[in-house]
Nanobody, 119 residues
């Protein structure tokens, strides 16, 4: 079982930056594939970035070059650095974890943190 707690959301102006953090519980954190998802009002939840056990990342096209996902296995932390923010990035951002060997959607989700980008 993994518990995930996000922080760092808030209100930012167009072109600004925010850094989201996700604190994970559990002794096997380093074995999980981590990810960030987001959900805007009236839209489906969408993938933002995946971070595998070794820190290798893959990004949604909409955030490539602007967002950077990372993890610190020693601290059980996951991060999302968001630069050049746009109003369309406004959403609730969720940290998620998938067990080693599992496929498909993540097995665990955080409660989410709101990011609002004003134009």
């Amino acid at each position: 079982q993994v518990q995930l707690v996000e922080s760092g959301g808030g209100l930012v102006q167009y072109g600004g930056s925010l850094r989201l953090s996700c604190a994970a519980s559990g002794r096997t954190f380093s074995s999980y594939t981590m990810a960030w998802f987001r959900q805007a009002p009236g839209k489906e939840r969408e993938f933002v970035v995946g971070i595998n056990r070794n820190g290798i990342t893959n990004y949604a096209d909409s955030v490539k070059g602007r967002f950077t996902g990372s993890r610190d296995n020693a601290k059980n932390m996951v991060y999302l650095q968001m630069n050049s923010l746009k109003p369309e990035d406004t959403a609730v951002y969720y940290c998620a974890a998938r067990r080693f060997g599992s496929t498909g959607l993540p097995d665990y989700w955080g409660q989410g943190t709101q990011v609002t980008v004003s134009s």
